[in-house]
T-cell receptor
Framework: GQNIDQPTEMTATEGAIVQINCTYQTSGFNGLFWYQQHAGEAPTFLSYNVLDGLEEKGRFSSFLSRSKGYSYLLLKELQMKDSASYLC?????????FGKGTRLHILP | DADVTQTPRNRITKTGKRIMLECSQTKGHDRMYWYRQDPGLGLQLIYYSFDVKDINKGEISDGYSVSRQAQAKFSLSLESAIPNQTALYFCATQGSANEKLFFGSGTQLSVL
């Protein structure tokens, strides 16, 4: 996905914290989305960052550094239902381009 | 009723056939997108449209065409389907550039 990089898979334990990183090419950058996707289902929106900094929304937080071309999604107090793929998507010029996603496995 | 509706939900077709996937929305959004997703991978942008008269190629437009018949409808066609076009196809809408995408439920297409 046009140089949007995320780890392919991660594993974490129920109740713990996990950070999913995303790096991207900064040319034409206008904003960054995070989506959650369960197998066979449509993606659902988690967050959108335009400016540098951390945005917190319940158990989920998203961070952006525009100058470094870097974002992360932080998931706290992990629950089994958080087992899913997490997709980083960049708004580049007018297009929205997705990375390949990170499959997160939660262990009891 | 769903805000973004894709039809059909599932389709099996043969190599060389022409096939159309349809997307309609009741959200009144101008921006519409078509993505494909291969197993275990992210979404790849095929085409997008910001207006009835506006059509733009995405990352992987070869072998596909689209039609924006009205604000509410955006159709994706495969002129001559081939097996590597087997994938899950998603339509999405967006109200403005800084708003989130709203996705349809997807169309699972299998080309034999």
């Amino acid at each position: 996905g046009q140089n949007i990089d995320q780890p392919t898979e991660m594993t974490a334990t129920e109740g713990a914290i996990v950070q999913i990183n995303c790096t991207y090419q900064t040319s034409g950058f206008n904003g960054l989305f995070w989506y959650q996707q369960h197998a066979g289902e449509a993606p659902t929106f988690l967050s959108y960052n335009v400016l540098d900094g951390l945005e917190e929304k319940g158990r989920f937080s998203s961070f952006l550094s525009r100058s470094k071309g870097y974002s992360y999604l932080l998931l706290k107090e992990l629950q089994m239902k958080d087992s899913a793929s997490y997709l980083c998507a960049v708004r580049r010029d007018d297009k929205i381009i997705f990375g390949k996603g990170t499959r997160l496995h939660i262990l009891p | 009723d769903a805000d973004v509706t894709q039809t059909p939900r599932n389709r099996i077709t043969k190599t060389g056939k022409r096939i159309m996937l349809e997307c309609s929305q009741t959200k009144g959004h101008d921006r519409m997108y078509w993505y494909r997703q291969d197993p275990g991978l992210g979404l790849q942008l095929i085409y997008y449209s910001f207006d009835v008269k506006d059509i733009n190629k995405g990352e992987i437009s070869d072998g596909y065409s689209v039609s924006r018949q009205a604000q509410a409808k955006f159709s994706l066609s495969l002129e001559s389907a081939i097996p590597n076009q087997t994938a899950l196809y998603f339509c999405a809408t967006q109200g403005s550039a800084n708003e989130k995408l709203f996705f349809g439920s997807g169309t699972q297409l299998s080309v034999l």
